[in-house]
T-cell receptor, first 116, second 111 residues
């Protein structure tokens, strides 16, 4: 069982839809991350939140909008996505207050997103 | 700047045989090294980590890895694999600001 919970597990949406991905952790971690993973590729970092503030945005298109309502929750709001955005979206958390290199990250099982 | 190279994209091995998955890194600063495993339709699970101290690191599921600073390597080993070890394995290096992943190695254990 993973300690980082992501919902939904699967999502199919059209290019004009608006949807949200949710991530929750109760380990008291202060850093949370969104990654995008294409098939047979490593995860690519999208966003980092540290103490509920956005610390890193890896030049992600504005059709992806992250939100951190509190220290346990992380959302990713989706709007007007493109077919190439179809991927596995992973959430992770770590104890470190910033992206300390020595802090292992704990991953959820991801949301598999398909854009029609 | 840092980078991670996983030399083998696919490693087939028979059940109960030993396996080594190779990982080389480059970094201009102190490094922290990790191995993650990803089973089908799941997220990444931490197998083991090297932060400092003993260069031989033991992880979960019988895996271990050895940090070799002179060869800038962090190879993953298991003396006897099981069918259930079939998965994608990612080596990663951490430093301030980012966690850099290798391209992954698909380990397939054959009966």
């Amino acid at each position: 069982d993973t300690e980082v919970t992501q919902t939904p597990k699967h999502l199919v949406m059209g290019m004009t839809n608006k949807k949200s991905l949710k991530c929750e952790q109760h380990m008291g971690h202060r850093a949370m991350y969104w990654y995008k993973q294409k098939a047979k590729k490593p995860p690519e970092l999208m966003f980092v939140y540290s103490y509920e503030k956005l610390s890193i945005n890896e030049s992600v298109p504005s059709r992806f909008s992250p939100e951190c309502p509190n220290s346990s929750l992380l959302n990713l709001h989706l709007h007007a996505l493109q077919p190439e955005d179809s991927a596995l979206y992973l959430c992770a958390s770590s104890q470190g207050v910033f992206l300390d290199g020595n802090q292992p990250q704990h991953f959820g099982d991801g949301t598999r997103l398909s854009i029609l | 700047a840092q980078s991670v190279t996983q030399l083998d994209s696919q490693v087939p091995v028979f059940e109960e045989a030993p396996v080594e998955l190779r990982c080389n890194y480059s970094s201009s600063v102190s490094v922290y090294l990790f191995w993650y495993v990803q089973y089908p339709n799941q997220g990444l699970q931490l197998l083991l980590k090297y932060l400092s101290g003993s260069t031989l690191v033991k992880g979960i599921n019988g895996f271990e890895a050895e940090f070799n600073k002179s060869q800038t390597s962090f190879h993953l080993r298991k003396p006897s694999v099981h069918i259930s070890d079939t998965a994608e394995y990612f080596c990663a290096v951490g430093s301030a600001r980012q966690l850099t992943f290798g391209s992954g190695t698909q380990l397939t254990v054959l009966p």
